[in-house]
């Protein structure tokens, strides 16, 4: 089976620090994926790679940037993280771009206070 | 751009069937898509309808009509490990073929 795996499953963090939060797939899938998911909102595309080095803005990608060097590895980064951030983030992989199933991490809660 | 809308909130007995409908709008479709996800869990793959009528799987089914930009999951002998967010996604070419997906329905089991 895919495994994707999120580093932190829970997080506080400060205003203003920067924040990385890491994902690994270990299935050599092409494409990966960053949402964050909140009550009542659903799931909301941030960011999206479709190859190492590679990197597509999603529908809310402001204050956020992203950083694919290995496969593998998709990052996501919370340049100075604010409260408005406090959300779960979900990251998912796929094996490419014409395939539709997604499998998703478990996700990483983050806290800004 | 694009949206999605279903129900909130659905509640239904054990044995009963239950239907979450979704419509859509977006531009290059490619196909509709169905997740579960449990409380404190990860969304999971239920099923993906690129052409119009009903696919099957087990006690799930899910349809499409692109001509109406309308899709449907239906759970048929629900039981209590049904309870969970059903959210719908599409597939389409306006953001990239990434899943752009809805705000979720909640389905609530009871006894």
């Known amino acids: 089976d895919v495994k994707v795996t999120q580093s932190s499953r829970y997080l506080v963090k400060r205003t203003g620090e920067k924040v990385f939060l890491e994902c690994v797939q270990d299935m050599d899938h092409e494409n990966m994926f960053w949402y964050r998911q909140d009550p009542g909102l659903g799931l909301r595309l941030i960011y999206f790679?479709?190859?190492?080095?590679?990197?597509e803005k999603g529908d809310i990608p402001e204050g956020y940037s992203v950083s694919r060097e290995k496969k593998e590895r998709f990052s996501l980064i919370l340049e100075s993280a604010s409260t408005n951030q406090t959300s779960m983030y979900l990251c998912?992989?796929?094996?490419?771009?014409?395939?539709?199933?997604?499998?998703f991490g478990s996700g990483t809660r983050l806290t800004v206070v | 751009g694009q949206s999605l809308e279903q129900p909130s909130e659905v509640t239904a007995v054990e044995g009963a069937i239950v239907q979450i409908n979704c419509t859509y709008q977006t531009s290059g479709f490619y196909g509709l898509s169905w997740y579960q996800q449990h409380d404190g869990g990860a969304p999971t793959f239920l099923s993906y309808n690129a052409l119009d009528g009903l696919e099957e799987t087990g006690r799930f089914s899910s349809f499409l009509s692109r001509s109406d930009s309308y899709g449907y999951l239906l759970l048929q002998e629900l039981q209590m490990k049904d309870s969970a967010s059903y959210f719908c996604?599409?597939?389409?070419?306006?953001?990239?073929?990434?899943?752009?997906f809805g705000k979720g329905t909640t389905l609530s089991v009871s006894s």
């Open positions: 996604a599409v597939r389409a070419r306006s953001q990239g073929t990434a899943l752009i």
């Open positions: 998912a992989s796929r094996v490419g771009p014409t395939n539709y199933g997604y499998t």
């Open positions: 790679s479709y190859d190492v080095k590679m990197k």
